[in-house]
Nanobody, 120 residues
Framework: QVQLVESGGGVVQAGGSLRLSCAASGSIVSINFMGWYRQAPGKQRDLVATVTRGGSTNYADSVKGRFTISRDNAKNTVYLQMNSLKPEDTAVYYC??????WGYGAMDYWGKGTLVTVSS
């Protein structure tokens, strides 16, 4: 099996910063895409940012210039540096990874989420 464990959420004032981490563990051959999604109360889960194994990144327009996604392939870990946070960034942030396992091919896995609250 594969587990994704997020950390780094919390409460921060508007304009502040937080860094999220997500570590993947288990029977992993390799990880293709890794990314972050978020879900605000009463809303759907939306893409925040993704990064390929080679380091190519993609961001939602709402976070461009403020958030930076990165990954450490040796540690199977993805990070999200969030700067200039706004109240509208308040949400549960979920880690996602496309993991290749022996005998199973590539499958999508999700973490349980970490809450980010930005106060005005």
């Amino acid at each position: 099996q594969v587990q994704l464990v997020e950390s780094g959420g919390g409460v921060v004032q508007a304009g502040g910063s937080l860094r999220l981490s997500c570590a993947a563990s288990g029977s992993i051959v390799s990880i293709n895409f890794m990314g972050w999604y978020r879900q605000a109360p009463g809303k759907q889960r939306d893409l925040v940012a993704t990064v390929t194994r080679g380091g190519s990144t993609n961001y939602a327009d709402s976070v461009k210039g403020r958030f930076t996604i990165s990954r450490d392939n040796a540690k199977n870990t993805v990070y999200l540096q969030m700067n200039s946070l706004k109240p509208e960034d308040t949400a549960v942030y979920y880690c996602n990874a496309q993991v290749v396992r022996w005998g199973y091919g590539a499958m999508d896995y999700w973490g349980k989420g970490t809450l980010v609250t930005v106060s005005s």
